[in-house]
Protein backbone atom coordinates (compact mmCIF):
# COMPACT_ATOMS: atom_id res chain seq x y z
CA UNK A 1 0.00 0.00 0.00
CA UNK A 2 1.41 3.67 -0.77
CA UNK A 3 0.91 6.19 1.69
CA UNK A 4 -2.20 8.53 1.18
CA UNK A 5 -4.00 11.32 3.18
CA UNK A 6 -7.03 13.27 2.99
CA UNK A 7 -6.58 17.01 3.12
CA UNK A 8 -10.07 18.67 4.17
CA UNK A 9 -10.90 22.61 3.16
CA UNK A 10 -10.52 23.89 6.23
CA UNK A 11 -7.00 22.59 6.68
CA UNK A 12 -7.43 19.51 8.62
CA UNK A 13 -4.83 16.69 7.61
CA UNK A 14 -6.22 12.58 7.83
CA UNK A 15 -3.55 10.42 7.23
CA UNK A 16 -3.60 6.44 6.01
CA UNK A 17 -2.84 3.93 3.07
CA UNK A 18 -3.75 3.50 -0.48
CA UNK A 19 -5.87 0.40 -0.79
CA UNK A 20 -8.15 1.48 -4.40
CA UNK A 21 -7.03 3.44 -7.50
CA UNK A 22 -3.85 5.35 -7.53
CA UNK A 23 -5.52 8.47 -8.23
CA UNK A 24 -5.44 11.84 -6.98
CA UNK A 25 -8.85 13.49 -6.37
CA UNK A 26 -11.20 16.30 -4.61
CA UNK A 27 -14.50 15.66 -3.94
CA UNK A 28 -17.21 16.66 -0.90
CA UNK A 29 -16.46 14.80 2.25
CA UNK A 30 -19.42 13.05 3.68
CA UNK A 31 -20.14 10.36 6.20
CA UNK A 32 -22.55 6.92 5.99
CA UNK A 33 -23.02 5.61 9.71
CA UNK A 34 -24.72 2.34 8.33
CA UNK A 35 -22.91 -1.24 9.77
CA UNK A 36 -23.62 -2.49 6.61
CA UNK A 37 -24.46 -2.49 2.80
CA UNK A 38 -20.85 -0.80 1.40
CA UNK A 39 -21.67 -2.18 -2.31
CA UNK A 40 -25.10 -0.78 -2.44
CA UNK A 41 -24.07 2.65 -1.07
CA UNK A 42 -20.90 2.45 -3.70
CA UNK A 43 -23.51 2.62 -6.48
CA UNK A 44 -25.94 4.67 -5.31
CA UNK A 45 -25.88 7.20 -7.65
CA UNK A 46 -27.03 9.84 -5.42
CA UNK A 47 -23.39 9.51 -3.89
CA UNK A 48 -21.82 10.94 -7.14
CA UNK A 49 -19.10 13.71 -6.43
CA UNK A 50 -18.69 12.68 -2.96
CA UNK A 51 -15.56 11.16 -0.63
CA UNK A 52 -17.39 8.44 1.29
CA UNK A 53 -16.52 8.15 4.53
CA UNK A 54 -17.71 4.69 6.58
CA UNK A 55 -17.45 5.45 10.03
CA UNK A 56 -18.34 1.53 10.78
CA UNK A 57 -15.06 0.48 11.56
CA UNK A 58 -14.70 -2.65 9.68
CA UNK A 59 -15.36 -2.71 5.91
CA UNK A 60 -14.66 -4.92 3.04
CA UNK A 61 -15.14 -8.16 5.47
CA UNK A 62 -17.63 -9.62 3.11
CA UNK A 63 -16.32 -9.02 -0.23
CA UNK A 64 -18.17 -7.55 -3.56
CA UNK A 65 -20.98 -9.20 -5.02
CA UNK A 66 -21.09 -9.97 -9.08
CA UNK A 67 -21.87 -6.94 -11.08
CA UNK A 68 -23.59 -8.84 -13.46
CA UNK A 69 -26.93 -7.52 -14.67
CA UNK A 70 -29.82 -9.28 -15.38
CA UNK A 71 -31.69 -9.61 -19.25
CA UNK A 72 -33.19 -6.01 -18.64
CA UNK A 73 -30.26 -4.09 -17.46
CA UNK A 74 -31.21 -3.93 -14.07
CA UNK A 75 -28.23 -5.24 -11.91
CA UNK A 76 -29.04 -7.96 -9.92
CA UNK A 77 -27.42 -7.33 -6.62
CA UNK A 78 -26.06 -3.33 -7.10
CA UNK A 79 -27.84 0.02 -7.31
CA UNK A 80 -26.01 0.94 -10.43
CA UNK A 81 -23.91 -0.54 -12.81
CA UNK A 82 -20.83 1.26 -11.93
CA UNK A 83 -19.56 2.99 -9.02
CA UNK A 84 -20.72 6.66 -7.83
CA UNK A 85 -18.65 7.92 -5.33
CA UNK A 86 -15.50 9.50 -5.85
CA UNK A 87 -13.45 8.04 -3.22
CA UNK A 88 -14.04 5.81 -0.44
CA UNK A 89 -12.30 6.45 3.34
CA UNK A 90 -12.70 3.72 5.90
CA UNK A 91 -10.74 2.91 9.40
CA UNK A 92 -9.80 -0.38 8.64
CA UNK A 93 -10.00 -2.66 5.59
CA UNK A 94 -10.01 -6.30 5.68
CA UNK A 95 -8.07 -7.50 2.81
CA UNK A 96 -9.94 -11.03 3.46
CA UNK A 97 -12.95 -11.81 2.46
CA UNK A 98 -15.60 -14.39 3.27
CA UNK A 99 -19.21 -14.47 1.48
CA UNK A 100 -20.90 -17.12 -0.17
CA UNK A 101 -21.63 -14.27 -2.61
CA UNK A 102 -18.35 -12.44 -2.77
CA UNK A 103 -16.73 -12.92 -6.20
CA UNK A 104 -13.72 -10.03 -5.67
CA UNK A 105 -12.45 -8.15 -2.81
CA UNK A 106 -13.74 -4.49 -2.29
CA UNK A 107 -10.20 -3.38 -3.46
CA UNK A 108 -9.97 -5.14 -6.43
CA UNK A 109 -13.28 -3.74 -7.56
CA UNK A 110 -12.24 -0.31 -6.68
CA UNK A 111 -9.19 -0.53 -8.61
CA UNK A 112 -10.82 -2.31 -11.48
CA UNK A 113 -13.60 1.14 -12.08
CA UNK A 114 -10.47 3.36 -11.20
CA UNK A 115 -11.97 4.88 -7.15
CA UNK A 116 -9.31 5.79 -4.98
CA UNK A 117 -9.44 4.38 -1.14
CA UNK A 118 -7.96 4.67 1.94
CA UNK A 119 -7.79 2.70 4.88
CA UNK A 120 -6.08 4.00 8.54
CA UNK A 121 -7.62 6.83 8.87
CA UNK A 122 -9.12 7.75 12.20
CA UNK A 123 -12.77 8.38 11.10
CA UNK A 124 -13.47 8.94 14.41
CA UNK A 125 -11.50 12.47 14.63
CA UNK A 126 -13.04 13.22 10.83
CA UNK A 127 -16.56 12.45 11.15
CA UNK A 128 -16.43 14.84 14.23
CA UNK A 129 -14.95 17.28 12.10
CA UNK A 130 -17.52 17.01 9.60
CA UNK A 131 -20.39 17.25 12.50
CA UNK A 132 -18.85 20.59 13.91
CA UNK A 133 -18.01 22.06 10.92
CA UNK A 134 -20.24 20.80 8.27
CA UNK A 135 -19.64 18.68 5.26
CA UNK A 136 -16.63 19.71 3.05
CA UNK A 137 -14.81 19.82 0.16
CA UNK A 138 -11.79 17.48 0.72
CA UNK A 139 -8.60 16.52 -1.16
CA UNK A 140 -6.69 12.99 -1.54
CA UNK A 141 -3.58 12.62 -2.38
CA UNK A 142 -1.73 9.40 -2.81
CA UNK A 143 2.39 9.10 -2.66
CA UNK A 144 3.92 8.78 -6.46
CA UNK A 145 0.20 9.33 -8.08
CA UNK A 146 -1.21 11.54 -10.66
CA UNK A 147 -4.34 14.38 -10.17
CA UNK A 148 -8.13 12.75 -11.81
CA UNK A 149 -8.20 14.55 -15.35
CA UNK A 150 -11.27 16.66 -15.03
CA UNK A 151 -11.15 16.41 -11.59
CA UNK A 152 -10.26 20.20 -10.23
CA UNK A 153 -11.64 21.78 -7.17
CA UNK A 154 -14.57 22.94 -7.31
CA UNK A 155 -17.45 24.20 -4.50
CA UNK A 156 -20.04 20.67 -4.97
CA UNK A 157 -22.86 22.45 -4.97
CA UNK A 158 -22.01 24.52 -8.02
CA UNK A 159 -21.87 21.47 -10.14
CA UNK A 160 -25.54 19.37 -12.24
CA UNK A 161 -24.45 16.07 -10.67
CA UNK A 162 -28.04 14.90 -12.04
CA UNK A 163 -27.20 15.45 -15.54
CA UNK A 164 -23.71 13.73 -14.81
CA UNK A 165 -25.81 10.20 -13.77
CA UNK A 166 -29.06 10.50 -15.73
CA UNK A 167 -29.75 8.12 -18.59
CA UNK A 168 -29.49 9.29 -22.01
CA UNK A 169 -32.36 7.86 -23.77
CA UNK A 170 -35.79 6.33 -22.88
CA UNK A 171 -35.46 3.18 -21.28
CA UNK A 172 -38.86 1.15 -20.70
CA UNK A 173 -38.81 -2.41 -17.90
CA UNK A 174 -41.63 -4.95 -18.47
CA UNK A 175 -43.50 -5.98 -15.10
CA UNK A 176 -42.33 -9.42 -13.90
CA UNK A 177 -45.99 -10.18 -13.09
CA UNK A 178 -49.13 -9.41 -15.25
CA UNK A 179 -49.30 -6.04 -16.15
CA UNK A 180 -51.45 -3.55 -14.22
CA UNK A 181 -50.57 -0.04 -14.97
CA UNK A 182 -47.22 2.33 -16.95
CA UNK A 183 -45.42 4.87 -14.96
CA UNK A 184 -43.01 7.12 -16.19
CA UNK A 185 -39.92 6.90 -14.04
CA UNK A 186 -37.28 10.67 -14.29
CA UNK A 187 -34.50 9.16 -13.94
CA UNK A 188 -32.23 12.00 -11.35
CA UNK A 189 -29.91 9.20 -10.41
CA UNK A 190 -32.14 6.25 -10.06
CA UNK A 191 -31.35 3.20 -7.85
CA UNK A 192 -31.93 -0.47 -9.68
CA UNK A 193 -34.39 -1.28 -6.17
CA UNK A 194 -36.52 1.30 -7.03
CA UNK A 195 -37.26 -0.05 -10.47
CA UNK A 196 -37.49 -3.37 -8.73
CA UNK A 197 -39.82 -2.56 -6.50
CA UNK A 198 -42.08 -1.25 -9.25
CA UNK A 199 -41.96 -3.88 -11.75
CA UNK A 200 -42.37 -6.48 -9.48
CA UNK A 201 -46.34 -4.80 -8.77
CA UNK A 202 -47.30 -5.02 -12.22
CA UNK A 203 -45.59 -1.49 -13.26
CA UNK A 204 -44.50 -1.19 -16.65
CA UNK A 205 -41.59 1.71 -16.06
CA UNK A 206 -40.65 3.85 -18.50
CA UNK A 207 -37.28 5.98 -17.77
CA UNK A 208 -36.88 8.86 -18.87
CA UNK A 209 -33.90 11.26 -18.53
CA UNK A 210 -33.86 13.84 -16.15
CA UNK A 211 -34.64 16.98 -18.39
CA UNK A 212 -37.26 15.11 -20.93
CA UNK A 213 -40.39 16.45 -21.45
CA UNK A 214 -42.13 13.46 -20.36
CA UNK A 215 -46.11 14.95 -20.61
CA UNK A 216 -45.51 13.89 -24.32
CA UNK A 217 -45.87 10.50 -23.09
CA UNK A 218 -49.30 8.09 -22.13
CA UNK A 219 -48.85 7.05 -18.53
CA UNK A 220 -50.80 6.66 -16.16
CA UNK A 221 -48.66 7.53 -13.29
CA UNK A 222 -45.21 9.57 -12.60
CA UNK A 223 -42.39 8.76 -10.37
CA UNK A 224 -39.60 10.73 -9.42
CA UNK A 225 -36.42 8.88 -8.63
CA UNK A 226 -33.68 9.76 -6.12
CA UNK A 227 -30.58 11.61 -7.28
CA UNK A 228 -27.50 13.87 -6.31
CA UNK A 229 -26.40 17.27 -5.47
CA UNK A 230 -28.29 20.72 -5.29
CA UNK A 231 -32.16 20.78 -6.43
CA UNK A 232 -31.56 23.85 -8.25
CA UNK A 233 -30.04 22.83 -10.93
CA UNK A 234 -33.11 20.70 -12.07
CA UNK A 235 -35.55 23.79 -13.01
CA UNK A 236 -35.95 21.91 -16.30
CA UNK A 237 -37.52 18.79 -14.22
CA UNK A 238 -39.72 21.04 -11.87
CA UNK A 239 -41.16 22.76 -15.26
CA UNK A 240 -41.69 19.74 -16.30
CA UNK A 241 -43.67 18.62 -12.84
CA UNK A 242 -45.40 21.72 -12.79
CA UNK A 243 -47.07 21.08 -16.48
CA UNK A 244 -47.75 17.60 -14.86
CA UNK A 245 -49.69 19.07 -11.80
CA UNK A 246 -51.63 21.41 -13.81
CA UNK A 247 -52.66 18.83 -16.74
CA UNK A 248 -56.65 18.62 -16.82
CA UNK A 249 -56.18 14.76 -16.09
CA UNK A 250 -54.95 14.37 -12.34
CA UNK A 251 -52.79 11.53 -12.12
CA UNK A 252 -50.89 10.26 -8.76
CA UNK A 253 -47.46 11.05 -8.64
CA UNK A 254 -44.58 9.59 -5.84
CA UNK A 255 -40.74 10.74 -5.22
CA UNK A 256 -38.45 9.37 -3.39
CA UNK A 257 -35.30 11.94 -2.01
CA UNK A 258 -34.65 14.48 -4.74
CA UNK A 259 -37.76 13.80 -5.78
CA UNK A 260 -39.26 15.06 -2.59
CA UNK A 261 -37.26 18.13 -2.96
CA UNK A 262 -38.55 18.37 -6.86
CA UNK A 263 -41.97 18.09 -6.26
CA UNK A 264 -41.94 20.77 -3.40
CA UNK A 265 -40.04 22.95 -5.36
CA UNK A 266 -42.89 22.18 -8.59
CA UNK A 267 -45.71 23.27 -5.90
CA UNK A 268 -43.76 26.34 -4.82
CA UNK A 269 -41.41 25.42 -1.63
CA UNK A 270 -38.02 26.21 -0.97
CA UNK A 271 -35.06 23.85 -0.50
CA UNK A 272 -31.86 24.40 2.03
CA UNK A 273 -28.54 22.39 2.37
CA UNK A 274 -28.41 20.35 5.85
CA UNK A 275 -24.92 21.26 7.46
CA UNK A 276 -24.06 17.50 7.24
CA UNK A 277 -26.55 15.31 5.75
CA UNK A 278 -28.41 12.10 6.46
CA UNK A 279 -26.61 8.92 5.34
CA UNK A 280 -27.56 5.81 7.29
CA UNK A 281 -29.66 3.04 8.11
CA UNK A 282 -31.29 4.62 11.59
CA UNK A 283 -32.53 7.39 10.68
CA UNK A 284 -36.19 7.35 12.78
CA UNK A 285 -39.28 9.66 11.17
CA UNK A 286 -43.00 10.25 12.53
CA UNK A 287 -45.51 9.91 10.06
CA UNK A 288 -47.14 13.81 10.42
CA UNK A 289 -50.38 13.45 13.08
CA UNK A 290 -49.41 10.45 14.38
CA UNK A 291 -47.69 8.64 16.84
CA UNK A 292 -46.67 5.91 14.33
CA UNK A 293 -42.49 5.74 13.84
CA UNK A 294 -40.32 4.07 10.96
CA UNK A 295 -36.55 3.39 10.68
CA UNK A 296 -35.76 4.28 7.33
CA UNK A 297 -32.44 4.40 4.98
CA UNK A 298 -31.10 7.82 4.04
CA UNK A 299 -28.96 9.59 1.90
CA UNK A 300 -29.44 13.12 1.13
CA UNK A 301 -27.64 16.81 1.88
CA UNK A 302 -30.58 18.81 0.88
CA UNK A 303 -34.35 19.14 2.74
CA UNK A 304 -37.24 20.77 1.77
CA UNK A 305 -38.26 23.61 3.89
CA UNK A 306 -41.78 22.78 5.48
CA UNK A 307 -42.42 25.80 6.29
CA UNK A 308 -42.76 27.51 2.55
CA UNK A 309 -44.89 24.93 1.14
CA UNK A 310 -48.10 26.50 0.04
CA UNK A 311 -51.45 25.82 1.59
CA UNK A 312 -52.63 22.91 -0.03
CA UNK A 313 -49.80 21.12 0.40
CA UNK A 314 -48.51 19.81 3.90
CA UNK A 315 -45.86 17.45 5.49
CA UNK A 316 -46.38 14.08 5.86
CA UNK A 317 -43.07 12.86 7.53
CA UNK A 318 -40.89 14.25 10.12
CA UNK A 319 -37.32 13.26 11.43
CA UNK A 320 -37.39 12.54 14.63
CA UNK A 321 -33.63 13.39 15.37
CA UNK A 322 -33.80 16.74 13.54
CA UNK A 323 -37.32 17.89 13.05
CA UNK A 324 -36.33 18.57 9.16
CA UNK A 325 -38.99 17.25 6.52
CA UNK A 326 -38.94 13.77 5.34
CA UNK A 327 -41.82 13.62 2.95
CA UNK A 328 -44.41 15.82 1.76
CA UNK A 329 -48.23 15.68 0.23
CA UNK A 330 -51.24 17.54 -1.62
CA UNK A 331 -54.14 17.63 0.57
CA UNK A 332 -56.28 16.94 -2.43
CA UNK A 333 -54.45 15.11 -4.86
CA UNK A 334 -53.10 12.28 -5.35
CA UNK A 335 -49.33 13.28 -5.04
CA UNK A 336 -46.85 12.48 -2.25
CA UNK A 337 -43.16 12.08 -1.38
CA UNK A 338 -40.52 10.28 0.83
CA UNK A 339 -37.45 12.08 1.55
CA UNK A 340 -35.75 9.30 2.89
CA UNK A 341 -36.05 5.54 0.64
CA UNK A 342 -38.56 3.28 0.83
CA UNK A 343 -36.50 0.77 -1.42
CA UNK A 344 -33.81 0.32 0.98
CA UNK A 345 -30.95 -1.82 -0.34
CA UNK A 346 -29.42 -1.60 1.65
CA UNK A 347 -31.11 -0.82 5.05
CA UNK A 348 -34.40 -1.83 6.97
CA UNK A 349 -37.39 -2.06 4.60
CA UNK A 350 -40.03 -1.13 6.89
CA UNK A 351 -41.53 1.77 4.35
CA UNK A 352 -41.56 -0.09 1.43
CA UNK A 353 -45.78 -0.33 2.09
CA UNK A 354 -45.55 2.94 0.03
CA UNK A 355 -45.22 1.77 -2.99
CA UNK A 356 -48.49 -0.26 -2.57
CA UNK A 357 -49.75 2.99 -1.56
CA UNK A 358 -48.90 4.71 -5.01
CA UNK A 359 -49.70 1.30 -6.74
CA UNK A 360 -53.21 1.78 -5.20
CA UNK A 361 -53.14 5.42 -6.47
CA UNK A 362 -53.31 4.01 -10.44
CA UNK A 363 -56.24 3.88 -12.31
Known amino acids: MRRAKLILNDGSEFYGWSFGAARNITGEVVFNTAMTGYPESLTDPSYAGQLLTFTYPLIGNYGVPTTESSADGIPLLLESDRIHVSAVIVADYSQR??????????????????????????????????????VMMGRIEIEGAADTPGQEATDYGSVNWVERVSCHEIITYQPSISKRHRVVLVDCGVKANIIRCLTRRGIEVVRVPWDYDFNQLAFDGLFLA?????????????????????????????????????????????????????????????????????????????????????????????????????????????????????EACSGPTDTEFLFDDFVNMLR
Not at 106 to 129: F, H, K, N, S, Y
Not at 289 to 318: K, M
Open 226 to 342: NGPGNPDHCEKTVRNIRTFMNHDMIRPCMGICLGNQLLAKAAGAKTYKLKYGHRSHNQPVRLVDSNRCFITTQNHGYAVDSSTLPSDWEPLFVNMNDGSNEGIRHKSKPWMSAQFHP
Open 97 to 134: YSHWRAKESLAEWLQREGVPALTGIDTRRLTMRLRESG
